[in-house]
């Protein structure tokens, strides 16, 4: 009598795993018998090719900032990146934890700049206040759409909050670089901190609105035109 084969097994679409090779990974009877002479190989199970973690999170970023996160679902999401949804419920849990780590990158790129320049020494306050304006041009530029995303929320979630939060934290931080170099005679007095670190900032951020990567000027360059302007008419 003939001997029958059984169908050969699907591929595993979303995990990116074939069957066929998760049935060599199980043990066979004599195998088994063998106890903890031969340990069997583990499953290693991983995303869809081409969409690890930090892919999946640069591309639901710029979805976000194209279409606007309220109005973005995990389907669109899906859809835009070419994947299924159970693909990105591999890496993240929410629609929200995907938001806070968009946002999440920018952020703490910009404290980090903004922190390293106020803890600097032997530099006047003025020079570090130009130095922190100076780097947050840069990490704007590199975080784009990171940052982008973080300016548009207003605080609808735990996590929108959050972000607030921490934008206030650094503004805090560059008002207090402010107010030192008026203190010191570096920067006009007519003016307040508070206002100096807005007008700094609204000019900063304003970046988003217009930057795209394909702009002819270097992000370096662009930093410089932006602490040239801002403290040139600032200056004591």
Do not use: C
Not at 148 to 177: F, H, M, Y
Not at 192 to 207: A, D, E, H, Q, Y
Request: charged share 25%.
């Amino acid at each position: 009598m003939p001997k029958t084969t059984s169908p050969a097994p699907t591929p595993d679409l979303e995990s990116g795993v074939d069957a066929a090779v998760d049935a060599q990974t199980e043990p066979t009877g004599a195998e088994a018998g063998a106890g903890s002479e031969t340990a069997a190989p583990k499953r290693t199970r991983r995303g869809r090719p081409g969409y690890d973690r930090e892919t999946l999170i640069n591309k639901a970023t710029e979805v976000f900032v194209s279409r606007g996160y309220d109005g973005t679902s995990m389907d669109t999401v899906a859809r835009e990146l070419g994947i299924t949804k159970s693909a990105i419920y591999h890496h993240v849990k929410s629609k929200e934890e995907l938001l806070h780590l968009a946002i999440n990158r920018g952020i703490s790129a910009l404290d980090s700049a903004v922190e390293d320049e106020r803890q600097r020494t032997g530099l006047t306050a003025l020079e570090r206040l130009r130095a922190a304006v100076h780097a947050s041009v840069v990490i704007l530029i590199e975080y784009h759409h990171s940052v982008t995303l973080l300016l548009r929320v207003r605080g609808n979630s735990d996590v929108e909050r959050e972000a607030l939060e921490q934008r206030r934290k650094i503004d805090d931080k560059i008002r207090i670089l402010v107010a030192a170099a008026i203190e010191d005679g570096g920067l006009r007095s007519d003016f307040t901190p508070g206002l100096i670190t807005r007008l700094l900032f609204g000019m900063v951020n304003s970046i988003t609105e217009w930057y795209r990567p394909s702009y002819p000027v270097d992000p370096e360059t662009i930093a410089d035109a932006v602490t040239s302007m801002a403290f040139n008419g600032l200056e004591a």
